[in-house]
């Protein structure tokens, strides 16, 4: 047979097994959208840092026709094997459950000096796109056959699509009920497990229930829609779904959301509740929806460079105080990506130089913050040396020729304040204690912190006012509440490396007096002066609460004092009761008073407080 009329009869043949039901034909479609996730389509499968064979090979007239899948790369190939000159082998994508596919992905076919040929990779699901996708491997040799779809149910762990709603450990209903011709149509999780289940009751034969899956708040539901769809039977008047989960890590998809629907017999329109997720724990449940907003494909929270590496921070600090590693690849994830070179705009609206640096001083130490917190969780050395090249940068912008000492805010030398120093005097006791056998930085901490204790930023108050005049003066500006959380982070553990009294009385001394002024707490409740009346937070001051959060739980941890511990419970208490909508999505106003914007920075910055809350709960 001639290399030429082979494809013909092969595609004729094609033809003849999806009009027979062997294998079904696409429908037709563009050229796929190359999809980027922790890599791009298109790697090498000499790359993969896995191989597993998730479903059964195919033979086709004896060819070996296999689905290959590297879960820590979300991605998978395909092969075939002996084979012949001509036999080809190539992926389907889906993204609605196997209804259309992406075809022909990275077709390839066996050379003539060969008997098997493999494709390319393709990512399996789309977490930048909030879309989860069915792959599966397909082959042409004389004729055509498709492996099973692989991944076509969703696990968390031991949970998994399908389970039964009698082995659930709990049975809440998060969002009000809906009704429709009479019949109550309710949401039901287990908040444990975050599996989630649909009922219709007070109904009739035939009412049909049903499960609405999203993994972008609701927008679209695709791969997720009319899941575990139910019929009430004859001679009842209920019906549930099975479980299906609302996590899928091997997707590197979490927080997704859930919706029960259903629909009267005799009628074709249906009813659905609202949207909601489950909160195995508060924690949990806020770090989940911060995760939805991380671009996986470039490592950060879009469009906030030094915000991003408080986000980070604030998920690394939610997986160590609660033992958590689900989110250990996206530590990884976001320093591979991040540590090199950026033009302004690409990162930062300043340029990036490599190693997290730029102009801005501040920025900087931010990073370096994020790598030694990563460092405490994973032990990866590599942390640790980065948040010495940052600190180190940090360092050659103390300046002794004004004010007597103090890091600038900026490479240009226009300001030194107190975000800037607070945090080049965190850093500098931090290096010291996880640096064995150091005395450089321990001794550039003591004399930052005697600079910092002379400065006058601290106000008469015990606040933490914003930085110093041109003549080296208290400058009186807003006092923020991360300026003060930070100065109380570096004097605690100023007083753990040295055991010195004076800098444990500096830390309750601004503690105290952050929760006991109306600059900073209103009702009991940490208040921006931007979280009052018609004001709204800025981009960064919406993050300010959650750095002095982090920084007082330290502070309680090292006491005990249960002031402290009352304090950060009050305001987890708030945030989760009055500034929390039924997808976990936190705001700006922990009092949850309007307005009250969210997104990923006021989600990040409420981790931080739940956090803080429920690490206490292991400590007493």
Known sequence: MSARTRPVIGALLALFLA???????????????????????????????QDTFPVPGRNINGRALRL????????A??????????????????????????????RASVPGTRTGTRTLMYNI???????RGWIRACGDAVGVACTDWARPTVCDG????????????????PVPSTTLFGRAISLHVDQRSGMAWGVVADGGAGDEIWLDRSWDNGTSWPEGSSLGRTSVPSGATSARTVMFATRDPRGLLHGGAVRACGRESSHQEGSCTAWARPAPTRARAAA?????????????????????AVALTSITDFAERTGRHDYDWAIARTFEQNRGVFPAGGRSSDPVEGHFISRAVDDAAWWAVAWLAAYDHTGERRYLDEAVTITDYVQRHWDTGTCGGGVWWDREHTYKNAVTNGLYLWLTVSLHERIG????????????ADWYLASGMINSSGLVNDGLTKDCGNNGQTVWSYNQGLAIGAFTQLWRSTGSDRYLDTARRLADAAMSSPALTSGGVLTESCDVSTRSCDDNQKQFKGVF????????????????????????????????????RLGQRWSGTPPNPADWRTQASALEALTAAEGLRTVG
């Not at 012949?84 to 992406?102: H, I, K």
């Open 549 to 584: 959060m982090r920084h007082l739980a330290d502070l309680a941890d090292a006491t005990g004092a249960a002031s402290y511990r009352a304090y950060i419970r009050k305001q987890a208490d708030s945030i989760w009761a009055t500034d929390r909508d039924s997808l976990n």
């Open 437 to 448: 056998g150091d005395t450089v930085w321990g001794a550039r901490a003591a004399t930052a």
């Open 158 to 173: 031991s949970s998994c699509d399908g389970a039964d709603p009698a082995t659930a450990s709990g049975d809440d209903t």
């Open 68 to 75: 290959h899948v590297s879960d820590p790369d979300n991605m």
């Open 288 to 308: 989940d929806a911060l995760m939805a907003s991380y671009h996986t494909d470039e490592g950060w929270w879009r469009s906030s460079w030094w915000n991003s």
């Open 125 to 131: 699901s789309d977490p930048v796109g909030h879309r």
């Open 19 to 49: 009009l027979t039901g062997l294998v079904a034909l696409p429908a037709p479609s563009h050229a796929a959208t190359p999809v980027c996730a922790l890599a791009c389509d298109t790697l090498d499968p000499s790359k993969a840092r």
């Open 77 to 106: 190939w395909a092969s075939i094997d002996n084979g012949a000159s001509g036999d080809s082998v190539w992926l389907d994508r889906s993204w609605d459950r196997g209804a259309t596919w992406e075809a022909l992905l990275g």
